[in-house]
DNA sequence: CTCAGTGTTCAGTG
DNA sequence: TCACTGAACACTGA
């Protein structure tokens, strides 16, 4: 699930979930991987009564502001997922299947109750997400360490620019470098150099003025698109390469009904359109 | 039964 | 330092 779109509507949910309540109950898994440089027992600790003032989200990570540190660091990997109890709406936004009746979820790793009887959990069944503590999750690693977010800080077109032209290699490999924006995976880099007619196998240093501007365009667009409707891919628009590129095979094709190749770039399965994307 | 996958990190190489 | 590759991590579903 886990791109930026999914951790932003994590983000709402958790916060309107959680904010401004106070933690009166919190459950860990036994979980020595996802729970990462941190036992699940000190993570209970340093929850438990606190006060969520609120939640915040750069690129793929989510924290909690809490009203004492160290606070609480989440990252969702391949399969994480903030969920709540039983509310149609937001199930049908975060698991496109299962409607799921049981509560916790199955591969439950943290679940916490507030006052007033708000629950959530961090569900992550193929445990390659994290929860770690940090006392300045923005500044300490690894979220310290990433470029800027595209949704709350994308440079104006001159910096970005600037930024994009110290990168080598291909441009697919730069948009999913976490360096350079956080919160692209690779559906997201699929996205963009679809719609802005970028073959992923381009060397950054080839791109013109006016396809870095259209790069940086697509980017703001594509999230900003998801965003709105709260990563529900059902609503992603008709035409996106996104509801097309995993017919797999010889047979994918665009709504326009343009063939969709599959290779390999920056070590990642791509699907592109050699007829659009030049 | 086998393999790829909406991710990150690290070791090894050039 | 930078960039690239492959592997590891763990598990599900095709």
Not at 130 to 152: C, Q, Y
Not at 176 to 202: C, S, Y
Not at 244 to 254: E, I, N, P
């Amino acid at each position: 699930m886990p791109e930026l779109p999914e951790a932003e509507f994590g983000r709402k949910l958790a916060e309107r979930t959680l904010g401004g309540r106070s933690i009166v109950r919190v459950r860990c898994a036994r979980d020595t991987i996802v729970f990462d440089g941190v036992s699940p027992t000190r993570v209970q600790r340093a929850l438990q009564g606190r006060v969520v003032l609120a939640v915040h989200r750069w690129g793929k990570y989510l924290w909690f502001q809490l009203d004492q540190r160290p606070w609480p660091l989440f990252h969702f990997g391949m399969t994480g997922s903030f969920r709540v109890p039983h509310q149609a709406v937001l199930e049908l936004a975060s698991s496109p299947r299962r409607p799921s009746g049981e509560w916790p979820p199955r591969f439950t790793k943290i679940h916490l109750v507030v006052d007033g009887g708000g629950e959530l959990v961090m569900t992550n069944a193929r445990r390659l997400g994290r929860i770690r503590l940090r006392d300045d999750p923005r500044n300490d690693p690894p979220v310290g360490r990433l470029g800027f977010d595209p949704l709350l800080a994308m440079p104006k077109s001159r910096e970005f620019a600037e930024l994009f032209g110290k990168r080598r290699g291909n441009v697919k490999a730069v948009l999913l470098d976490q360096r350079f924006a956080a919160g692209v995976g690779n559906w997201i880099a699929d996205e963009v150099l679809f719609q802005a007619g970028i073959d992923p196998r381009r060397t950054a240093e080839s791109l013109g003025e006016n396809e870095v501007r259209r790069l940086r365009a697509k980017l703001g667009h594509v999230i900003r698109a998801a965003v709105r409707v709260d990563a529900n891919k059902a609503r992603f628009p008709a035409s996106w390469l996104f509801h097309h590129r995993w017919g797999k095979q010889s047979t994918a094709r665009t709504s326009n009904g343009e063939r969709i190749e599959h290779i390999t770039v920056a070590g990642r399965t791509t699907a592109w359109v050699p007829t659009r994307q030049l």
